[in-house]
């Protein structure tokens, strides 16, 4: 059982425009979500995060949004550029202290 | 600060060996942990630690081991390789009262089970 699923495989986008990653879950009880950056031979990197008590967290380029009701946050980025070109995988996390479900991964790539 | 080191980057063996995967961290985590990453799956929590001397199983536990003697090392056994065991390796530790769950991740180990 999936419990937190990004459903779009890839996503390719032209640079400087808008790059929006999608991710849903089933489990009420995460508390925090979380946005990591992977690189082809490279350990996942934290990107940014959002707490259930939020609906928005910026920084930077990157902005995550939370739809509690919906179950489901999104990651944007503006203005995409080719650097951004990796895997993006959201996570999330409960009660449980530093343990992460996380989705399947998106590979994003930014066209110059 | 050199982070979360593992070692090997690369390993091939066959089936039936068996193979220990080192990680150590420089940063006084308390937090460890192992994840293994496959195609279409993300990655997936195998055993954790919350500190020296406690260990616990994740979601994919079976055919490893763990211990956890020291605050900087959490090696991961494979028992008895089998070819599903063929994955990425990360090994990611995080420090204490850091509620949101953020994990710093090692550059990972490929392995092959043959």
């Known amino acids: 059982d999936q419990q937190v699923k990004q459903n779009s495989p890839s996503l390719s986008v032209q640079e400087g425009r808008i790059s929006i990653l999608n991710c849903d879950y089933t489990?009420?009880?995460?508390?925090?979500f979380l946005w990591y950056k992977k690189y082809p031979a490279e350990g996942p990197t934290f990107l940014i995060s959002?707490?259930?008590?939020?609906d928005k967290n910026e920084d930077g380029r990157f902005t995550v949004f939370l739809n509690k009701s919906a179950k489901h946050l999104s990651l944007h980025i503006v203005p995409s550029q080719p650097g951004d070109s990796a895997v993006y995988f959201c996570?999330?996390?409960?009660?449980?202290?530093?343990?992460?479900?996380f989705g399947q991964g998106t590979i994003l790539t930014v066209h110059p | 600060n050199a982070g979360v080191t593992q070692t090997p980057k690369f390993q091939v063996l066959k089936t039936g060996q068996s193979m220990t995967l080192q990680c150590a961290q420089d940063?006084?985590?308390?937090?460890m942990s192992w994840y293994r990453q496959d195609p279409g799956m993300g990655l997936r929590l195998i055993h954790y630690?919350?500190?020296?001397?406690?260990?616990d199983q994740g979601e994919v536990p079976n055919g490893y081991n763990v211990s956890r003697s020291t605050t900087e090392d959490f090696p991961l056994r494979l028992l008895s390789a089998a070819p599903s065991q063929t994955s990425v390796y990360f090994c990611?530790?995080?420090?204490?009262?850091?509620?949101?769950?953020?994990?710093?991740f090692g550059e990972g180990s490929r392995l092959t089970v043959l």
């Open positions: 990611a530790s995080s420090p204490p009262g850091l509620h949101t769950g953020e994990l710093f």
């Open positions: 489990n009420s009880m995460f508390d925090y």
């Open positions: 959002i707490s259930s008590i939020k």
């Open positions: 996570a999330a996390s409960g009660t449980s202290y530093g343990k992460l479900t």
């Open positions: 940063m006084n985590h308390e937090y």
């Open positions: 630690s919350v500190g020296a001397g406690i260990t």
